[in-house]
């Protein structure tokens, strides 16, 4: 069992950078991949970034490239998302998931979810 929780968002001005941080319990998570996904009002859940097991592989949506980085402490049990130069359309509750094996970008793959933070960016 793992339970994860995500901290660290709130209101940033356009241009600016937040880090999203995704605690987990649970001994097993050291070998979950994870993943982070967002959700603005009305839309669908989306993919934004994911980490494999042992943090040396990554995978972004195109619309964070260059922009979001996802990583994480295996010490920590903690995976961080650091978000730079945001926009408007960064607004949403974003949310962290883990999952057994490699990675994906499928929302119905991962197998545990936190509740969400929200971020929102003011133009």
């Known amino acids: 069992q793992v339970q994860l929780v995500e901290s660290g968002g ?11 941080s995704c605690a987990a319990s649970g001994r097993a998570f050291s070998y979950y991949a994870v993943g ?16 494999n097991w042992s943090g040396s592989s990554t995978h972004y949506a195109d619309a964070m490239k260059g922009r979001f980085t996802i990583s994480r402490d295996i010490a920590k049990n903690t995976v961080y998302l650091q978000m730079n130069s945001l926009k408007p359309e960064d607004t949403a509750d974003y949310y962290c998931a883990a999952k057994a094996g490699y990675y994906s970008s499928g929302a119905d793959t991962y197998t545990y979810w936190g509740q969400g933070t929200q971020v929102t960016v003011s133009s």
């Open 36 to 51: 982070w996904f967002r959700q603005a009002p009305g839309k669908e859940r989306e993919f934004v970034a994911a980490v």
């Open 10 to 20: 709130g209101l940033v001005q356009a241009g600016g950078s937040l880090r999203l």
